[in-house]
């Protein structure tokens, strides 16, 4: 899960797909953390793709770094414990003008039943489950 997260960290931006009833959804995220041996995603409750996810939990992940790419592939979560925010806050200080543990905005969700593949044109892909 580390080395996912550390990829993830490296890319930047990654870009989450969701499905809007029969039609696909990809948008950029940047927000990636570990926290009680979860790998955690955050986003606003009003925001479109929360409730896409909330719907249908199925989502997948792409983003590519210094030639090579991951597809994570799982299920997210929202996890409503006031320390999971706070612990994805703090991993984010700039999201603290818009986001507080305590509002009821604030998503944080965190994949279940993952596979990441991180794959490159010139070696093996290493795949990841958790």
Same mark, same amino acid.
């Given at each position: 899960m580390q080395e996912v997260l550390d990829f993830l960290k490296k890319a930047g931006t990654y870009y989450l797909a969701t499905a809007d009833g029969d039609q696909p959804r990809v948008r950029p995220f940047g927000t990636a953390h570990i926290f009680d041996g979860k790998?955690?995603?955050?986003?606003?409750?009003?925001?479109?793709?929360?409730?896409?996810?909330?719907?249908?939990?199925?989502?997948?992940?792409?983003?590519?770094?210094?030639?090579?790419?991951?597809?994570? $592939?799982?299920?997210? =979560?929202?996890?409503?414990?006031? @320390?999971? &925010?706070?612990?994805?806050?703090e991993a984010y200080p700039m999201l603290k003008d818009r986001y507080k543990a305590e509002d009821d905005n604030t998503n944080v969700?965190?994949?279940?039943? $993952?596979?990441?593949? =991180?794959?490159?044109?010139?070696? @093996?892909? &290493?795949?990841?489950?958790?």
């Amino acid at each position: 899960m580390q080395e996912v997260l550390d990829f993830l960290k490296k890319a930047g931006t990654y870009y989450l797909a969701t499905a809007d009833g029969d039609q696909p959804r990809v948008r950029p995220f940047g927000t990636a953390h570990i926290f009680d041996g979860k790998l955690y995603i955050q986003t606003a409750k009003a925001k479109p793709c929360a409730k896409q996810m909330a719907a249908n939990p199925k989502i997948e992940i792409c983003a590519m770094s210094e030639g090579s790419w991951i597809r994570i $592939a799982a299920k997210a =979560i929202t996890d409503d414990r006031l @320390e999971a &925010k706070v612990s994805m806050l703090e991993a984010y200080p700039m999201l603290k003008d818009r986001y507080k543990a305590e509002d009821d905005n604030t998503n944080v969700l965190y994949l279940e039943d $993952a596979t990441a593949t =991180i794959e490159s044109f010139g070696g @093996e892909p &290493k795949t990841y489950k958790f």
